[in-house]
């Protein structure tokens, strides 16, 4: 299966400068694609696909020799992007969906660039980059497999990482349990499974939130362009980038240990876009981010031989586990009573019991599994 690895890199100040000129040099070059494509459309109502795109990399080069220091394959993955995001744009507005059309990129606006089958090489402490030079890379795990493509990212706060895309078979060995969990997400409780285990809501946005909106008041009071604004720019970008690391540990913990614990993990198939417009909600279900539990969770239990399904939430909540019954409820009731069989239960252990019944169900697996008993 094909995995991502992801290392921290070590470039140095003459580097770092090259890495940002290339930046910059691939900024142009996706703005002057978007731009021949823009006007072709509608001055001639012509359509330039990305092979017509690509032939106009030789022209450029005359036009700006500083791109004959960037490497070939790096300029043609930078006008696939282009492609891809025109093709994006004619699936949403096929769809009937409100779109955006693909926007030029800004100064900062490009932060990655990548490298296709060639021009690069990885040793133990350097990674070898085409025009570039020998960047040292801090190798804190190893891989087997063939690399089919770098990516080197700068972030907001100044670090750069290397990410590789392999082609690996070791798989994870994790020994297989028998067991079946139905895993309901929440903001009260992060997680709650159909055994009755609830894992708490850490809230890393609601924690931080103090210390982001002092670096904000600070960043909104200076001056444009000076030395302070940069300073203070800087502290607002680590605070974000403080939260992002802390949530994705926490779900990279969580989803392993789940994989580790079951053979089958069922989460709702949920709307998480749709449930962001709740104006009241929509900063607490941004910071759980369940989409990034469900797709490291997903990820995972493929390359461990584990499965992952997701259901209809429909009803979920509304439920009985115990008789089928619907008890309409509010958001605010958290205790499930049902009238008819008498079951008293938290609201969220009652919707993750009718999760993992939905789950069995989809796979034809009888309600009576080791998990339940």
């Known amino acids: 299966m094909l995995k991502v690895f992801r290392y921290r890199l070590y470039p140095t100040k003459a580097q770092k400068t090259e890495l940002s000129k290339t930046l910059e040099l691939c900024r142009w070059t996706y703005n002057e ?175 931080e939130e103090k210390n982001l909106a002092k670096a904000q008041r600070k960043l909104s009071k200076a001056e444009k362009g000076t030395t302070l604004r940069k300073k203070a720019l800087k502290v607002v970008q680590h605070v974000h980038e403080r939260i992002a690391n802390k949530r994705e540990d926490f779900a990279q913990k969580v989803s392993l240990n789940l994989i580790k614990a079951y053979d089958l993990i069922t989460f709702e198939d949920l709307n998480i876009k749709g449930m962001t417009q709740n104006h009241c909600l929509a900063k607490h279900i941004a910071d759980v981010a369940w989409n990034q539990l469900i797709t490291l969770t997903t990820y995972k239990a493929e390359w461990a031989g584990k499965r992952v399904e997701l259901v209809n939430p429909y009803n979920t909540s509304q439920m009985c586990s115990g008789c089928s019954e619907i008890v309409k409820k509010d958001l605010s009731e958290r205790t499930h009573n049902c009238p008819s069989c008498g079951l008293i239960i938290d609201r969220d252990h009652n919707a993750a019991i009718n999760i993992l019944r939905l789950g069995l169900q989809s796979l034809r697996i009888p309600d009576r599994c080791p998990s339940l008993q």
Not at 75 to 102: C, N
Not at 175 to 184: A, H, M, P, R, Y
């Open 33 to 207: 694609t978007l731009a021949l494509r823009k006007n072709a459309w509608e001055s001639e109502q012509r359509n330039i696909n990305y092979y017509d795109s690509k032939k106009m990399i030789p022209v450029w080069k005359k036009d700006k020799p500083e791109l004959k220091t960037v490497h070939s394959q790096v300029l043609q993955e930078v006008i696939k992007r282009v492609d891809l995001a025109f093709q994006a744009f004619f699936r949403r507005v096929k769809a009937g969906e409100k779109v955006g059309y693909p926007r030029f990129k800004g100064y900062g606006r490009y932060d990655s660039i990548t490298y296709t089958q060639s021009g690069f090489e990885l040793y133990i402490q350097q990674l070898k980059v085409s025009k570039i030079g020998e960047i040292k890379i801090k190798l804190h795990r190893l891989f087997d497999g063939d690399i089919h493509r770098l990516n080197i990212r700068k972030t907001p706060t100044g670090k750069w990482f290397a990410s590789f895309l392999v082609e690996t078979e070791s798989p994870l060995t994790l020994q297989k349990t028998e067991l079946s969990i139905g895993v309901d997400v929440g903001i009260s409780s992060f997680l709650t499974l159909s055994d009755g285990q609830h894992i708490p809501n850490p809230r890393f946005f609601v924690t």
